[in-house]
């Protein structure tokens, strides 16, 4: 079993900052890709920036300079920093990390999301 604990999301005005942690616990072998995405009332969930196990990275195109997304693999986290924010960021957030279990079988897991709300 692997758990994700998600921290940072909250109330921010226009133009802040905050930052997203997600830890994993439990019975994880080797963490490969670990990925933020997020879910807008009303829309799909998108893609906001993943980071490889070789520390490649790649984000959405809304993103354009504004988030910078980071890895501890001795603490098995992932954070994101959101700077600029923008009302449109307005989601719940997902930590979604990819890895090998225990079992040796390769699985993804979510985390149960984080409220971001930016107001203007």
């Known amino acids: 079993q692997v758990q994700l604990v998600e921290s940072g999301g909250g109330l921010v005005q226009a133009g802040g900052s905050l930052r997203l942690s997600c830890v994993a616990s439990?019975?994880?072998?080797?963490?490969?890709?670990m990925n933020w995405y997020r879910r807008a009332p009303g829309k799909q969930r998108e893609l906001v920036a993943q980071i490889t196990s070789s520390d490649m990275t790649n984000y959405g195109d809304f993103v354009k300079g504004r988030f910078t997304i980071s890895r501890d693999n001795a603490k098995n986290t992932v954070y994101l920093q959101m700077n600029n924010l923008k009302p449109e960021d307005t989601a719940v957030y997902y930590c979604n990390v990819n890895g090998l279990t225990l079992s040796r079988r390769f699985e993804s897991f979510w985390g149960q999301g984080t409220q971001v709300t930016v107001t203007s």
């Open positions: 439990g019975s994880i072998l080797s963490i490969h890709t």
